[in-house]
T-cell receptor
Framework: AQTVTQSQPEMSVQEAETVTLSCTYDTSESDYYLFWYKQPPSRQMILVIRQEAYKQQNATENRFSVNFQKAAKSFSLKISDSQLGDAAMYFCAYRSPGFGNEKLTFGTGTRLTIIP | EAQVTQNPRYLITVTGKKLTVTCSQNMNHEYMSWYRQDPGLGLRQIYYSMNVEVTDKGDVPEGYKVSRKEKRNFPLILESPSPNQTSLYFC????????????FGSGTQLSVL
């Protein structure tokens, strides 16, 4: 079974600075998908970024980018120019490909605080 | 607007009193699933459904039931709730095999006293 580990329960960053959230995973599959979800105080689960394992290029979405290291099974999220609205719980998640259970396996989350 | 609607958002109940959390999606998705979120544990899958009348257990199914009589609805049933089922619950849906994102409901905070 796949597992996802987020080793930083809490992180903080000064507004406008850059922060990196760590995520590692364990799998025997060669093809899979990785996600970062943001959960603000409203509790809504918001997709931040998605990475396909067969793609070498790291995904980016505006101020959000990932460092995907397939051999090391690492998938970190970098937030540039941090804003107050980035304060949230961030979850890393893994998903197997195909037509089976579309289950997301989540990490335990990292709570990000933005310091004004 | 494409959405997954969960009700209620908050629920306080007592041990043993049957309850149902409703989930409905308007995107014609085949796949639907329930998760529970607990501090320090992240989100864990309870049950999932790949189509009407097709349901299966996830990682933590004990104490829960589901049904999928219609494509749009996927209720979560707690027949005899216990305090260890106090949690934040999420319903999610998505088209099968697309490998795109899942759409999440806004969550139901359940407290069992």
């Amino acid at each position: 079974a796949q597992t996802v580990t987020q080793s930083q329960p809490e992180m903080s960053v000064q507004e406008a600075e850059t922060v990196t959230l760590s995520c590692t995973y364990d799998t025997s599959e060669s093809d899979y998908y990785l996600f970062w979800y943001k959960q603000p105080p409203s509790r809504q689960m918001i997709l931040v970024i998605r990475q396909e394992a067969y793609k070498q290029q790291n995904a980016t979405e505006n101020r959000f980018s990932v460092n995907f290291q397939k051999a090391a099974k690492s998938f970190s999220l970098k937030i540039s120019d941090s804003q107050l609205g980035d304060a949230a719980m961030y979850f890393c998640a893994y998903r197997s490909p195909g037509f089976g259970n579309e289950k997301l396996t989540f990490g335990t989350g990292t709570r990000l605080t933005i310091i004004p | 607007e494409a959405q997954v609607t969960q009700n209620p958002r908050y629920l306080i109940t007592v041990t043993g009193k049957k309850l149902t959390v409703t989930c409905s999606q308007n995107m014609n998705h085949e796949y639907m699933s329930w998760y529970r979120q607990d501090p320090g544990l992240g989100l864990r899958q309870i049950y999932y459904s790949m189509n009407v009348e097709v349901t299966d257990k996830g990682d933590v199914p004990e104490g829960y039931k589901v049904s999928r009589k219609e494509k749009r609805n996927f209720p979560l049933i707690l027949e005899s709730p216990s305090p260890n089922q106090t949690s934040l619950y999420f319903c999610a849906s998505g088209p099968r095999g697309s490998n795109e994102k899942l759409f999440f409901g806004s969550g139901t905070q359940l407290s069992v006293l």
